[in-house]
C-alpha cells in the first residue's frame, strides 16, 4: 500500500493558493503516513506568462522552512512531514540550483521540464506553432539536455507532462514512437543514481494515464530502474493521493514490488 505522497503543492506556490495546514489535513484524512511539499521554485520562468508584480514559482525560502518546521513538530506522531522543492528544469541554470539547494536542507528535490522552446505548454502557444509531434519530440530532447547539465535533484519529474497540453493529447504519443529518446532519458536517470515519479495527476487531466506511461515505467524497470517515487501534484487538498490505488497495480504491472520515498536526500525503500 502507498502511504506517501511526495508530490504536493501549497500557497507557496504560484499556481496554488492552498494552505499547507489544508493539504496536511486532507493527507491525515486519506490514512497517509508520510507527505513531503514540493513547492516550485522555476528560476527564469518566462515574466510574459505573469502580471508585473509577481515574482512567478519563486518564493521565500527562509519562511517556507519556518512554517513546514512548525507544523512538522504540530504533526508529529499523526502524519510525517518532510521538506521538498521542485525545481524547472532549464539547462543553463546547472549552477544556480547547486547552490541553491546546497543553502536548504531539503529531504527530497524534484527536477521537472516545464519548458519547452521556452515556452510552457500549458498556455498553448507552443500547439498554435508546432505539431504535436514536434512538441513532444522537442520536450524529451530538451529534457535529455537538463539531465546533462543538471545534477541538483533526486528524481525526474513527470517525464512525459507535456501530452496533457498537446492539441490531441495521447492521439500523437506512445513509447514506441519516441523510443530512442525515452529511453536514452531512462537510460541517463540511471546511470546518474537519481529516479523517476509516477505523478498520478496524468488521470486528473484527462489523459487516461500517470505520467509516464506505463509503458516507459515498464521500460524503466527493464533497464534496471529502481527509485521511483509516487506524487498527486496536487494543488487542492482533494487532490492529495489521487488515484494513489491505481498507481500501486500499475507498479506492480510494471514488476515493481517496492516504492521509494526520501529523507535527506537519500531514498528509502517501501513494499507495496
Request: hydrophobic residues 35%.
Amino acid at each position: 500500500m502507498i502511504t506517501g505522497d511526495f508530490h504536493m503543492h501549497t500557497s507557496f506556490s504560484t499556481d496554488s493558493d492552498t494552505p499547507v495546514r489544508e493539504m496536511l489535513e486532507s493527507a491525515v484524512k486519506k490514512g497517509l503516513e508520510v507527505v513531503c511539499i514540493t513547492d516550485h521554485w522555476d528560476e527564469d520562468y518566462p515574466e510574459r506568462y505573469g502580471k508585473p508584480e509577481e515574482e512567478l514559482f519563486c518564493f521565500d525560502l527562509a519562511e517556507y522552512f519556518r512554517e513546514l518546521e512548525v507544523l512538522k513538530e504540530e504533526y508529529a506522531g499523526r502524519l510525517d512531514v518532510r521538506i521538498g522543492i521542485e525545481l524547472g528544469l532549464q539547462p543553463h541554470l546547472g549552477a544556480f540550483y547547486k547552490e541553491l539547494v546546497s543553502k536548504y536542507p531539503f529531504d527530497f528535490v524534484i527536477g521537472s521540464v516545464h519548458l519547452v522552446k521556452g515556452m510552457d505548454p500549458y498556455f498553448g502557444e507552443l500547439s498554435q506553432i508546432y505539431e504535436d509531434t514536434q512538441i513532444y519530440q522537442s520536450a524529451f530532447s530538451e529534457t535529455i539536455q537538463n539531465l546533462e547539465s543538471i545534477e541538483s535533484f533526486d528524481v525526474l519529474g513527470h517525464i512525459d507532462y507535456v501530452v496533457r497540453y498537446g492539441q490531441h493529447q495521447a492521439e500523437s504519443y506512445s513509447y514506441e514512437y519516441y523510443r530512442e529518446t525515452l529511453d536514452e532519458i531512462l537510460k541517463k536517470v540511471i546511470a546518474s543514481g537519481r529516479g523517476i515519479e509516477v505523478n498520478t495527476a496524468g488521470w486528473k487531466y484527462g489523459l487516461g494515464f500517470c505520467h509516464p506511461h506505463p509503458q516507459v515505467l515498464k521500460r524503466y524497470r527493464e533497464l534496471g530502474g529502481e527509485i521511483v517515487t509516487i506524487g498527486s501534484d496536487g494543488h487542492r487538498p482533494e487532490h492529495v493521493a489521487y488515484e494513489f490505488a491505481k498507481a500501486e497495480e500499475i507498479l506492480k504491472e510494471c514488476g515493481f514490488s517496492y516504492y521509494t520515498l526520501f529523507k535527506n536526500r537519500k531514498p528509502i525503500f517501501q513494499h507495496l
